[in-house]
């Protein structure tokens, strides 16, 4: 099983700040990854897939990169809708599987 | 507008079996593949299985701690989607989510719970 590896797994930060969440996988998956962000109480919904292509609806601070094994999601300016916790989820190979989760709060 | 809407859950004894459905609307259900995600209150997501679509034969892929006792199936012409869970231990505990799946799941039920205990 490919095993995804997310840090920090909690941040907290100002409204207006960068911030930055990795995941590293455990096997090379190209690009076939994907974020989520998920609030409390509520479903997730898909922020990032193909580790870089916005998903419908998504505010365009939110960006992703990288390839293989690391991958990055980035909030270029932080929001207070933003308070969350952040998945991301592999999609190369069965058994499809998921970060430990990041959340971020604001301060 | 996808919607998804999961009806079925509550509370089982161990050994017992449950049924999950999924209400699918807003978009041609029978061309998406349909899947199931569960999470454990206050812990991360897990990937339970997904059924894939007509072209795909309608096959279907499950995670190891379910696999022989969690069965997935689809009734296109209904637009439903069901998860049928027998053989249910504690831990599957959780709030189980119906997911439009292309590999990434792009869109997602509010979520229902499924407690088993004694």
């Known amino acids: 099983d490919i095993q995804m590896t997310q840090s920090p797994s909690t941040l907290s930060a100002s409204v207006g700040d960068r911030v930055t969440i990795t995941c590293r996988a455990s096997q090379r998956i190209s690009r076939w990854l994907a974020w989520y962000q998920q609030k409390p109480g509520k479903a997730p919904s898909l922020l990032i897939y193909?580790?870089?292509k916005v998903g419908s609806g998504v505010p365009l601070r939110f960006s992703g990169g990288g390839s293989e094994t690391e991958f990055t999601l980035t909030i270029s300016s932080l929001q207070p809708d933003d308070s969350a916790t952040y998945y991301c989820q592999q999609y190369n190979s069965y058994p499809l599987t998921f970060g430990g989760g990041t959340k971020v709060d604001i301060k | 507008e996808v919607h998804l809407v999961e009806s079925g859950g509550g509370l089982v004894k161990p050994g017992g079996s449950l049924r999950l459905s999924c209400a699918a609307s807003?978009?041609?259900?029978?061309?998406?593949?349909m899947g199931w995600v569960r999470q454990v209150p206050g812990k991360g997501l897990e990937w339970v299985g997904h059924i894939k679509n007509k072209i795909a034969n309608e096959a279907t892929d499950y995670a190891a701690p379910v696999k022989g006792r969690f069965t997935i199936s689809r009734d296109n012409l209904r637009n439903t989607v069901t998860l049928h869970m027998t053989s249910l231990k504690i831990e599957d505990t959780a709030v189980y989510f119906c997911?439009?799946?292309?590999?990434?799941?792009?869109?997602w039920g509010q979520g229902i719970l499924v407690s088993v205990s004694s």
């Open positions: 997911t439009k799946a292309s590999g990434s799941f792009d869109s």
């Open positions: 193909m580790a870089s």
């Open positions: 807003g978009f041609i259900s029978s061309d998406a593949w």
